[in-house]
């Protein structure tokens, strides 16, 4: 056999595998994620090492950004998320956010969140929160939606039909709190915080648009316009009965998992936690997705969504990519194991050829001499 062949041979062997070794942690990561593609904290956590293993110090410039913001929730997630993925931070930043922390859980700023919760019905931490939910527990903040967004769509105005469905299913789930004592709080919550997301523009635009359209079924116009008409903030339990006969409870279903996924997000990653969740979801599946996450991770899940954003809930690059990586894989792999046979074939067969010649030589040498 001619060097040249087994040279060639030699020489795909060492490009191919070559080729499987650089391929080879990419199809590992692809693999992973597309095994983990059910199951967000999984993704996100393989995501995540993918990240921090490329930038290390991301978690504190994000912690120095939410201490400049003055979100010391947020800075004392990514405070739990690097404990958890045990990257060292300077004891002066662990500090500066324990000090955040303790003046926003300070008596007084509790009590100013939680007036302007009750007073505005606008959330963005758990004081607010609770005042928000404390003013629709009273039926003073729902009433007060949809009698301002009744009287828009009474008199053909721009009218907001997502807070309008929100407030109006919100009278309904207030109902079912008071007889469970409290076993509905946390669609209660829910509730009040799509819909406070919703008037502080942080609903995301996809699932701002999926509400929108199911809101439509939710309220019998009507009714409602019947129930505005005589209703007031001075009167709120005939005005909350009234309004309650105007919303469809059977049509409802879709909205109110969605508030109950909202609840559970809160329940364990904090109002803001929701709130973020709010924003970068496009249907309720994300929030969803977004709740089994939370209930994962707790206090890191705000600090996750904020490195990861939606890619913390769902491939952020499609399966076919990710598919790719491992068809090339194993391409590379086929061809290096290829490769190992021809080789492995052309040496027997240089060998075989190389022994057999030297019979032939002995045996020509064997028959000279018998001659001779």
Request: charged share 25%; hydrophobic share 50%; net charge neutral.
């Amino acid at each position: 056999m001619r060097p040249a062949r087994l040279g060639s041979a030699l020489l795909c062997v060492t490009l191919s595998a070559v080729l499987s070794a650089a391929l080879w942690p990419h199809a590992r990561e692809a693999g992973a994620i597309l095994a983990a593609q059910d199951d967000p904290a999984h993704l996100a956590d393989i995501r995540l090492e993918s990240v921090l293993r490329n930038d290390p110090g991301v978690i504190g410039r994000n912690i120095e950004a939410a201490l400049a913001a003055q979100d010391a929730d947020l800075a004392d997630s990514f405070v739990a998320l690097a404990q958890e993925k045990r990257i060292p931070l300077s004891d002066d930043m662990i500090h500066r956010v324990a000090e955040a922390v303790a003046e926003e859980n300070s008596t007084s700023h509790i009590a100013r969140r939680f007036a302007s919760g009750l007073v505005t019905g606008q959330a963005d931490d758990v004081a607010s929160l609770s005042g928000t939910v404390t003013g629709d527990l009273f039926v003073i903040g729902d009433i007060r939606d949809v009698l301002r967004e009744g009287k828009h769509l009474a008199m053909g105005e721009e009218t907001d039909r997502l807070v309008l469905s929100l407030a109006a299913a919100g009278l309904a789930v207030t109902a079912a709190t008071y007889v469970s004592i409290g076993g509905a709080s946390p669609l209660r919550a829910g509730l009040s915080l799509v819909k406070d997301a919703r008037k502080v523009g942080r609903l995301g635009e996809g699932l701002a648009a999926w509400a929108g359209r199911s809101a439509r079924e939710i309220v019998d116009s009507p009714a409602l316009e019947q129930a505005v008409a005589s209703g007031s903030v001075l009167r709120p339990g005939a005005t909350a009965t009234a309004i309650r006969a105007a919303f469809r409870a059977d049509k409802a279903d879709e909205l109110v998992r969605l508030a109950k996924d909202v609840g559970r997000v809160t329940e364990k990653a904090g109002s803001r936690g929701a709130l973020d969740t709010l924003k970068i979801a496009d249907d309720p599946q994300d929030v969803a997705r977004a709740a089994r996450l939370a209930e994962a991770e707790g206090g890191r899940t705000r600090a996750i969504l904020k490195i990861l954003g939606r890619g913390a809930l769902l491939l952020a690059s499609g399966a076919f990519d990710l598919a790719l990586w491992l068809f090339s894989a194993l391409v590379a792999l086929f061809g290096f194991l290829a490769s190992v046979k021809s080789v492995t074939e052309r040496t027997t067969q240089a060998w075989l050829n190389r022994n057999k010649a030297r019979r032939l030589h002995k045996q020509l040498a064997a028959a000279s001499l018998a001659q001779g």
